[in-house]
């Protein structure tokens, strides 16, 4: 698995050879502005919730790539009012594809989309194959329904978690979240992109390696295998 971060809380993921684009916000964000939209690859694109910060580019990604689209009815059904190709899911709900399953899992947010529609309930996903798994926890609160990923999950290999505070978790939950999702190798996602969610990279990596963990800061175009 090769994890690419594209910004905010942008990812694009090599996973079983196949590509997978989650919660793409890449052109209007200035610090990702030497991100080459165009040349991304994506079989998939997952979102997590509607709001404009993590659908931006779902439509033109979709549109040079025939990706499908997994997330909730709602955001799906919006986008296939498109044109684009889609696959529904809910909160428990899971779809297996030859290169693994992914799994849609609760996060306790808001979500409408960029017209006002209703964008459904916000949620994360799970994903696995024989040998690997991820959890993107999308934006999300801390809650302790993460606790029941372990039991019905196999064991995560890495989590994105957010941790800007103010609109999601911060720093503080994420490191409970970790031991809630039972995994310490953690990438950040949701901070440093506007002033409300700047975090001190320095007091958050001790914090985590005060308790064991690993937390791992991307730049944004950079990868990490797992």
């Given at each position: 698995?090769?994890i690419?971060?594209?910004?905010?809380?942008?990812?694009?993921?090599?996973?079983?050879?196949?590509?997978?684009?989650i919660?793409?916000?890449?052109?209007?964000?200035?610090?990702?502005?030497?991100?080459?939209?165009?040349?991304?690859?994506?079989?998939?694109?997952?979102?997590?919730?509607?709001?404009?910060?993590?659908?931006?580019?779902v439509?033109?990604i979709?549109?040079?790539?025939?990706?499908?689209?997994?997330?909730?009815?709602?955001?799906?059904?919006?986008?296939?009012?498109?044109?684009?190709?889609?696959?529904p899911?809910n909160?428990?709900?899971?779809?297996?594809?030859?290169?693994?399953?992914?799994?849609?899992?609760?996060?306790?947010?808001?979500?409408s989309?960029?017209?006002?529609?209703?964008?459904?309930?916000?949620?994360?996903?799970?994903?696995?194959?024989?040998i690997?798994c991820?959890?993107?926890?999308?934006?999300?609160?801390?809650?302790?329904?993460?606790?029941?990923?372990?039991?019905?999950?196999?064991?995560?290999?890495?989590?994105?978690?957010?941790?800007?505070?103010?609109?999601?978790?911060?720093?503080?939950?994420?490191?409970l979240?970790?031991?809630?999702?039972?995994?310490?190798?953690?990438?950040?996602?949701?901070?440093?992109?506007?002033?409300?969610?700047?975090?001190?990279?320095?007091?958050?990596?001790?914090?985590?390696?005060?308790?064991?963990?690993?937390?791992?800061?991307?730049?944004i175009g950079?990868?990490?295998?797992?």
């Amino acid at each position: 698995m090769k994890i690419t971060y594209l910004g905010h809380a942008s990812f694009h993921v090599l996973f079983n050879d196949v590509n997978l684009i989650i919660d793409p916000y890449i052109s209007p964000n200035p610090q990702a502005e030497h991100i080459d939209i165009g040349a991304l690859k994506a079989d998939y694109i997952l979102v997590s919730h509607g709001h404009g910060d993590h659908v931006a580019d779902v439509e033109r990604i979709a549109k040079n790539t025939d990706a499908k689209i997994i997330s909730n009815f709602e955001i799906t059904t919006w986008f296939q009012n498109k044109g684009l190709s889609g696959h529904p899911l809910n909160h428990g709900g899971k779809i297996s594809y030859d290169f693994g399953t992914i799994k849609y899992v609760n996060a306790v947010h808001t979500s409408s989309l960029p017209d006002g529609s209703n964008g459904g309930n916000p949620g994360g996903f799970v994903i696995w194959s024989d040998i690997e798994c991820l959890y993107f926890a999308g934006d999300t609160a801390l809650t302790m329904d993460m606790k029941l990923i372990p039991m019905t999950c196999p064991q995560i290999n890495v989590a994105i978690l957010p941790i800007g505070d103010n609109f999601t978790m911060g720093y503080e939950e994420a490191l409970l979240a970790s031991d809630f999702i039972e995994c310490n190798n953690i990438i950040p996602c949701h901070y440093d992109t506007f002033g409300l969610i700047e975090v001190d990279r320095p007091t958050v990596e001790s914090a985590f390696t005060a308790q064991g963990k690993k937390i791992n800061f991307l730049s944004i175009g950079d990868s990490k295998e797992v």
